[in-house]
């Protein structure tokens, strides 16, 4: 399940009526009087939010508002839990794509434009990236994937590289990628389990 969801419903399980109805309230000027009044539970409420996007995983800054109006600082508590754990995995995603863009500029080459419009980079960016890269074929691959990126968004993932990537028949990229993205999960989980590193010179207590 979408943790964002979940956090909504966690956080409209533990609504009152009467902050149920204080929220309602608030949110006169954004939701039609009409589905106010079909609304009965928080996550209602919420959903009405979520489908006019005033409310969104990236952006939650409403929901922020609404507790505080509210003073429960223990759901805003539950939020800020939310958000560094969201923060944490965008850094994460971000390392990813980062260590994978390494791989495609190092190996595509002259086949970037194939990736590229696979990914659905406009034919007049690559014309706009070659004019700025005569000469830097390497350059011409990272800006087609910035291009991308940028347009996606939080859609553009490694594993939407390698499906494009195989789609292209680079096979050998893909299988590249997704070594190197393997091989980090191995180290994060390590890093995650055992932070502290093994000193040979260090004994311990009463050993020689």
Same mark, same amino acid.
């Given at each position: 399940m979408d943790p964002f969801r979940m956090l909504l419903l966690s956080v409209s399980a533990d609504l009152s009526s009467g902050e149920l109805t204080e929220l309602k309230f608030l949110c006169q000027g954004l939701v039609g009087k009409r589905k106010l009044e079909r609304v009965q539970r928080g996550? %209602? #409420?919420? %959903?009405?939010? #979520?489908?006019?996007?005033? #409310?969104?995983?990236?952006?939650t800054e409403l929901l922020r508002s609404l507790l505080t109006s509210l003073r429960r600082h223990d759901l805003l508590r539950r939020l800020d839990d939310f958000e560094a754990g969201a923060a944490a995995g965008a850094a994460l995603e971000e390392a990813d794509l980062h260590a994978a863009f390494n791989i495609i500029c190092d190996n595509v080459g002259k086949d970037w434009k194939r990736l590229a419009r696979r990914l659905g980079v406009p034919d007049a960016k690559m014309d706009g990236?070659?004019?700025?890269?005569?000469?830097? #074929?390497m350059e011409r691959v990272r800006e087609s994937l910035r291009v991308w990126k940028n347009s996606e968004r939080e859609k553009a993932t490694v594993a939407r590289l390698v499906e494009a990537l195989r789609a292209c028949q680079m096979n050998l990229v893909a299988d590249l990628v997704e070594e190197e993205q393997q091989a980090r999960g191995l180290q994060d989980g390590s890093e995650a389990v055992s932070p502290m590193r093994w000193d040979p010179d260090t004994h311990p207590s009463g050993a020689p």
């Amino acid at each position: 399940m979408d943790p964002f969801r979940m956090l909504l419903l966690s956080v409209s399980a533990d609504l009152s009526s009467g902050e149920l109805t204080e929220l309602k309230f608030l949110c006169q000027g954004l939701v039609g009087k009409r589905k106010l009044e079909r609304v009965q539970r928080g996550h %209602e #409420l919420f %959903e009405v939010l #979520l489908e006019q996007k005033d #409310l969104e995983a990236e952006h939650t800054e409403l929901l922020r508002s609404l507790l505080t109006s509210l003073r429960r600082h223990d759901l805003l508590r539950r939020l800020d839990d939310f958000e560094a754990g969201a923060a944490a995995g965008a850094a994460l995603e971000e390392a990813d794509l980062h260590a994978a863009f390494n791989i495609i500029c190092d190996n595509v080459g002259k086949d970037w434009k194939r990736l590229a419009r696979r990914l659905g980079v406009p034919d007049a960016k690559m014309d706009g990236i070659e004019e700025r890269y005569p000469r830097n #074929l390497m350059e011409r691959v990272r800006e087609s994937l910035r291009v991308w990126k940028n347009s996606e968004r939080e859609k553009a993932t490694v594993a939407r590289l390698v499906e494009a990537l195989r789609a292209c028949q680079m096979n050998l990229v893909a299988d590249l990628v997704e070594e190197e993205q393997q091989a980090r999960g191995l180290q994060d989980g390590s890093e995650a389990v055992s932070p502290m590193r093994w000193d040979p010179d260090t004994h311990p207590s009463g050993a020689p």
